[in-house]
């Protein structure tokens, strides 16, 4: 509920502010469950990318903004849900999966934490293991220049121009009992070519 009535205010102030421009609209399925995965340089790409999609998304969060009070039960309320970024989630990887199961939209970001501005690291594994668990359709996102209107440690956006590309869908067949952790592997670097070829074509 919460989400539905902030998404049209957090898109005028995004395209007002940040003068949003979007691609790729018509790639991300209208219905059923779809894993979009994004780079990550500024803590703007979750509500960017929220206000790009043409439909509701769910968030994978750390786990530490879940301990700040309100602020945590007002993420939660926005579709946010947390994970540890050090090691194994079961538990986070289990809610990710009951929410793809249910037909929703997930964002990710297979980098795990924020990085560079224009420089793609390499993805978590375990982002390849949800897209082959769930059997979802995969759409890769980039997102340009939020990390310099909002790079670490700034509390407000500069005013700038912001670009958020979403890819052609990506579909990955499940993985047979050997050889599963090369698959995982093998699926999340696709998942970042995929993103550095959108970046390239941002450039």
Known sequence: MLYTVLKPVTQTLLWLWLRLEVKGQENVPPSG????????VSAL??????????????????????????FGRLIRALNARP????????????????LLEEGR????????????????????PGVGMLAVMS?????????????????????????????????????????GEEGRKERYRAVTDAMMRAIGQLAERAA
């Open 105 to 124: 939209a997930l964002l990710v970001f297979p980098e795990g934490t924020r990085g560079t501005e224009g420089r793609l690291r390499e993805g978590k």
């Open 45 to 70: 790409d979750p509500p960017i990318v929220g206000a790009a999609a043409p439909r509701p998304l769910y968030f994978m969060a750390k786990e530490e903004l879940f301990r700040i009070p309100l």
């Open 33 to 40: 469950p779809v894993l979009l995965v994004s780079n990550h």
């Open 83 to 98: 994970v540890r970024r050090e090691g194994a989630d079961g538990r986070a990887l289990k809610s990710a999966l009951r």
């Open 135 to 175: 059997g979802a359709v995969v759409v890769p996102v980039y997102v340009a220049g939020s990390g310099g209107a909002m790079p670490p440690g700034r509390m407000f956006p500069r005013r700038s121009k912001v670009r958020v590309a979403f890819g052609p869908p990506l579909k990955f067949e499940a993985a």
